[in-house]
């Protein structure tokens, strides 16, 4: 059932194809998250110690959440942090130094008081799967997961994107009509959101998952 809908450009009226890349934004956290799963299976990581056993460049203003705060609580978005966005969208900043913020944002509630989506806990994900591989956040992706699941057509940043003969510019509507506006690099961010793919690529993906972790009889996800 893959194929595609509408204009990947619709200047030249180029159709969307099953290849064709688009931004899957936040569908990113899920590929985070499913490595530092493979990382628990491997006993390289626990997902209900203190994170910073791991990571202890991440620090809080709470030292209460400093003490306990652990992957799965910055996987369930139950950190005490609000989302803080403007820290981080449009910014320079590598992922270091974005990392850096965390410790001057005001929490908004204690650690597992409430949900609270946040983009800054999935950026220290990646960044603890980094320190505990030896190998970049976008290495892990790459070699855990698009290559034993064929993701062929999947990258992750819009310089790759840029790159790729098929995939969507991107647009705004203004006047009722799609404007062109300008891709955003948001590598820093990456673990939490710079995955680009297609309907294809995500189609095994879907499938992997359905199939309670499997791909081709291969567990790829524990």
């Known amino acids: ?3 595609g809908f ?10 969307v194809t ?22 628990e299976k491997e006993g390289k990581v626990n997902l209900d110690k203190p994170v910073r056993d791991y990571l202890p460049e991440l ?3 709470n030292d209460y959440t400093n003490k306990h705060i652990t992957l799965r609580d910055m996987m369930c978005h139950r950190s005490g942090l609000p989302r803080h966005d403007y820290s981080w969208y449009g910014s320079t900043a590598s992922r270091g130094e ?3 913020r965390i410790e001057f944002q005001e929490p908004s509630a204690e650690l597992r008081e409430k949900y609270q989506y946040n983009n800054f806990m999935f950026l220290a994900q990646g960044m603890v799967i980094e320190k505990l591989t030896g190998k970049s956040w976008e290495e892990n992706v790459r070699e855990r997961i698009l290559k034993p699941l064929g993701m062929n ?30 891709f955003r690099n948001i590598d820093a961010i990456g673990p ?7 309907a294809k690529d995500m189609a095994q993906w ?7 972790g499997k791909y081709k009889d291969t567990e790829i996800i524990p």
């Not at 990947?8 to 159709?15: A, G, Q, W």
């Not at 969507?168 to 006047?175: F, Q």
């Not at 939490?192 to 297609?198: L, P, Q, R, Y």
Request: aromatic share 10%.
């Open 192 to 198: 939490a959101g710079s995955i680009n793919s297609c």
């Open 18 to 39: 099953e290849n064709t890349q688009f931004a899957i934004g936040s569908c990113t956290k899920a590929f985070t998250a499913s490595i530092l799963g493979m990382l």
């Open 206 to 212: 879907l499938i992997t998952w359905i199939n309670s």
């Open 153 to 182: 057509h999947t990258n992750m940043s819009v310089i790759d994107l840029a790159k790729s003969a098929d995939h969507s510019l991107a647009y705004a509507i203004e006047n009722n009509k799609p404007k062109l506006i300008p």
């Open 59 to 61: 620090k809080f203003q």
């Open 1 to 3: 059932y893959t194929g």
């Open 98 to 100: 974005l990392l850096a």
């Open 6 to 15: 509408g204009y990947r450009d619709y200047e030249k009226k180029l159709p």
